[in-house]
């Protein structure tokens, strides 16, 4: 299975962005349709974070405090994408942004349920820088 993150770069403080991650393969037999995704994001010497996850429907979201209001997790099926709208951006949200794949939770398990730690997932996309200058 391959995870190919993009739409990062540079914007002012305040503007918007909105990432992608496209998932192509399956794992264990199961196709993009039946997992969980999250995304994380990794600043300059700091640890990855969580920021956002979205159940395999679609139907819960679960977001870090730190985005919360501000960012958006959706999925398109018939695209096999996962999309992260990021509004309202802060230099504070400078960094790699990475998605990931939970291919051990049932698919049904609701997206607050979901592991927020780097741990809980083994499927990651190599990642899209995101710089939000002051």
């Known amino acids: 299975v391959q995870l190919q993150a993009s739409g990062g770069g540079l914007v002012q403080a305040g503007g918007s962005l909105r990432l992608s991650c496209k998932v192509s393969?399956?794992?264990?037999?199961?196709?993009?349709?039946?997992?969980?995704m999250s995304w994380f994001r990794q600043g300059y010497g700091k640890e990855r974070e969580f920021v956002a996850s979205?159940?395999?429907?679609?139907?819960?979201?679960h977001y870090g405090d730190i985005v919360k209001g501000r960012f958006t997790i959706s999925r398109n099926h018939a695209e096999n994408t996962v999309h992260l709208q990021m509004n309202r951006l802060k230099s504070d949200d400078t960094g790699v942004y990475y998605c990931?794949?939970?291919?051990?939770?049932?698919?049904?398990?609701?997206?607050?349920?979901?592991?927020?730690?780097?741990?809980?997932?083994?499927?990651w996309g190599q990642g899209t820088q995101v710089t939000v200058s002051s």
């Open positions: 979205i159940s395999w429907s679609g139907g819960s979201t």
């Open positions: 393969g399956r794992i264990s037999g199961r196709t993009f349709t039946r997992f969980p």
């Open positions: 990931a794949a939970d291919s051990t939770s049932p698919p049904n398990t609701p997206a607050q349920d979901l592991g927020i730690t780097t741990d809980d997932y083994y499927y």
